[in-house]
């Protein structure tokens, strides 16, 4: 959804913060066992809309990253482009609608890394400062890329 | 804090990989008609509710179970038993929300899902002064058919829906109260969606029931409703439009009586920010002021403009105030609602 104001507060949300570092991107990340390759930024989209779960023959398990707001945002105006209630809405729908459930999410970074490292066919997104870290984690393509000031 | 005991238990269980969802509605609405008449409406009302749905999967068989409580009723609104099978195609049996249109199949009891404080009158439930049957005992088969990007949805529904007793609309329940054997229904639905990943949508649909009565010399009204509806969105405005024909047959024992009416509903959003909402909504009928159908059930249908203010102020949380005012005949009256509506988790 063209939410133009809801996109304009993000911005202003963004540009206040000193995440618009250079190096600071907001990247694909997958288990480094993982055969899951780069997505178009539809397939992506509809990866996390549960309209597609797979990657050619590769399954894809995807997981929201509520451990950081402006992260979240960032994916949601980037990913989804939808607001936040407006995906939402679409998620819970499918439940209703058809008894799937919606993508698992997770408040814990940490949690959420030990879910992707559990499962070669999980995905989340995360900074790319937070992959570093992580040799288990594999980064599978960038979604957002930071400008610098 | 119970809630919060009870939403961080089921966050707890959701957050496992199990293949099933449990989700609550929870809300608590507040009702005020300053010029009420005593005699016919009360000046206020109270009503705390919860919805609870569970969802389970498990290979290509489904299960959904939604369960409504409030301080005026407990009903077992949905439990149905499905099958996926292959080319996007679903089929349900039990007791399932008819696809009569946008509303009812996209938010039902969901209340925190919807913007406004109260649904279209003429999708009001069956239990609420509804005058369609929008709940069914059968089957509902559902095919998504895509076009490049585009999606056809068809959908159709069959069974036994509701009867007239007590000059009301009673919606056929798990309970099976007799009186629903001459009771028959069908919805059928198209719609076209341009583009998956948009909610943009263009919808028709027909019913038709059979609704038998306990009314002094009617057997049973013939019902049938051809409708159409579409969702809109650009920029931060979201716009609903809806259209609905009923045409009904009263089959009185020595005579058949036909009746008549067109009502409508325009639903406007604009997303002020991601937290504030305003929405107006617009319904108007023709035809129904003098309608022999109408006539037989003791709730008022009325033409209605409303306007209200949406608060999401927690990602799970909102608060919604409305001002209605409702015309019957030559009568005004006006509501106002307040609603805070919730889903957990």
Known sequence: MKKKCVILMLYCLLMSSSILAADKSVVLVANHQTNIEKLTPNDLKKVYLGLARK????????????SDNVLHEVFLQHVIRMSSRYYERILTKMTLD?????????KSHNQLTKEIESNNNNITYMWSTQVENHPNLKVIQVIWRGESN | MVLSSISSTIARAASQDRPYEILLFPSAHIEVRPDADESDHKAFELEIASGAVYSWKYKNFRNIGEAYISNHEMELERLQFGRQFPKQTLLWLGRLHTPLGFWNSEYHHGLHLQSSVHRPGIVEYEDAGGILPNHVIGMLLRKNQNIGSSIVNVSFAFGSAAKI???????????FESGFADSRHLTARIYFQPDELDELKYGIFYSQSTIPTDTNNLDKVRQKIFGAYTYQNWLAFNLTAATYYVNN??????KTQESNFLSNYIHLEYEVTGDWMLYTRWEF?????????????????SDKILGGVRLDFTRRQAISSEISRRSIDDDTHAHISIQWSAIFP
């Open chain 1, 55 to 66: 990657n050619g023959e590769v399954k894809i398990i995807p997981i929201r990253n509520h």
């Open chain 1, 98 to 106: 058809s008894g799937v459930t919606r993508p698992k999410s997770f």
């Open chain 2, 165 to 175: 007793k007590d000059r009301e609309l009673s919606s056929f329940n798990l309970d």
């Open chain 2, 249 to 254: 047959d009263l089959n009185f024992i020595n």
């Open chain 2, 285 to 301: 009928s023709k035809g129904a002021d003098n309608d022999a159908y109408l006539k037989l059930l003791d709730h008022d249908f």
